[in-house]
């Protein structure tokens, strides 16, 4: 079955300071990868995907993530942390396009 | 573009009754989903449609759920006989076809809590 862990149930970072959250899947083809941001409260804005090309992926608020199919990892990473991206981060793969799995999430906590 | 909505944001109920959610889809959007989170864990997929057609509901957690999506617009997701497990945060996404990858943009919510 597709599954999706996020090691890291939390993490601290002081605010400028860079970011790495880790994501790692396990799924039968060529997976296509999403990061997820919840603030509190709200519902899941979506960040950046994958799902062909470049390993790269370039994601809105500066976020950016690297597909590592060798690896079985998707891990986001942001070069300075704001205050602004304490939240909780989820990664998820896509179901054979019926739905997504998700992983436990990553919370973010950022120190002034 | 409005977004996905929910309603209500808040439920709060009592053990043994009936509550519906709604959840209105982006516009044109022709998949809907929902999926349940609870503190602490990522979104657990409940069903979703493919305009009216209900294409996955094995996964809902049991026969006191249901959802339907009458004319392929909103959707609504009840729960008969609610217990105090049922507590947890009820999320609805639209994405605009059937296309792998396609992304899925979510609602802020429905928070039930059952007393």
């Known amino acids: 079955a597709q599954s999706v862990t996020q090691p890291d149930i939390h993490i601290t970072v002081s605010e400028g300071a860079s970011l790495e959250l880790r994501c790692n899947y396990s799924?039968?083809?060529?997976?296509?990868l999403f990061w997820y941001v919840q603030s509190p409260g709200q519902g899941l804005q979506l960040l950046l995907k994958?799902?062909?090309?470049?390993?790269l992926v370039q994601g809105i608020k500066g976020f950016e993530a690297e597909f590592k199919r060798s690896q079985s990892s998707f891990n986001l990473r942001k070069p300075s942390v704001h205050w602004s991206d304490a939240a909780e981060y989820f990664c998820?793969?896509?179901?054979?396009?019926?739905?997504?799995?998700f992983g436990p999430g990553t919370r973010l906590s950022v120190l002034p | 573009d409005t977004g996905v909505s929910q309603d209500p944001r808040h439920k709060i109920t009592k053990r043994g009754q009936n509550v519906t959610f709604r959840c209105d889809p982006i516009?044109?959007?022709?998949?809907l989903y929902w999926y349940r989170q609870t503190l602490g864990q990522g979104p657990e997929f409940l069903t979703y449609?493919?305009?009216?057609?209900?294409?996955?509901k094995s996964r809902l957690l049991s026969d006191r759920f249901s959802a339907e999506r009458p004319k392929g617009s909103f959707s609504t997701l009840e729960i008969q006989r609610t217990e105090q497990g049922d507590s947890a945060m009820y999320l609805c996404?639209?994405?605009?076809?059937?296309?792998?990858?396609?992304?899925?943009?979510f609602g802020p919510g429905t928070r039930l809590t059952v007393l």
């Open positions: 799924y039968g083809a060529t997976p296509y």
């Open positions: 449609f493919q305009n009216e057609a209900q294409l996955e």
């Open positions: 996404a639209s994405s605009q076809d059937s296309r792998a990858a396609d992304t899925q943009y």
């Open positions: 516009s044109e959007h022709n998949r």
């Open positions: 994958y799902f062909s090309g470049d390993t």
């Open positions: 998820a793969v896509d179901n054979y396009g019926q739905n997504f799995v």
